[in-house]
């Protein structure tokens, strides 16, 4: 028999083997980069929420390697009733958050970086809790170049994003100290 043969070769757990590798590599590998015209859609991320929580939180880098400057209008979510825009804003002693009206604009030939304290993607309305691992489909809506759907991966509760965490750590030394802040 064919079967007996590979099994006795070793053949078989070879060919399984490969299976398993390339389907870790391909786990592995969330797409991080997306490309619409001139703009690169960089590492969008997300954080863990507990099962009371009713709203998250998303951040990607926006490259815009054109001439022309654009604007990030709308943004949507497979994961919350509305998704908005936001910023943080020191007033006084407190750091309050805020929605963006007019969109964030993406100079030409720059970067803009939504990240943790700073501008970020609100989910408002979690339909269920983001777990770590998961992905977030996000939309995101410019002016010039239009729409493009990206995948935002989940890390821990209190991640400072995939610069300072692999996926499958834990928080580690100031990771943790900031644990306790959502944005
Ligand atoms: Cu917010």
Redesign the pocket.
Known sequence: MLLNYFFRTGIFFKIIFSFVVVAFIQSSAVASEFQLGSLTIKDPWSRATSSHQM?G?VYVKIINSGNHADRLIKVESNRSKKATL?DMILDGDIIK?HSIKNGIEIPANSEVELEPGAK?I?LMGLKTKLDRGQTVGIALHFQHAGLIEIKALVFGAGSRGPKRENIKGGLQGDQRKNAHRN?
Do not use: E, L, R
């Open positions: 709203s939180v936001h958050m970020h609100m944005h």
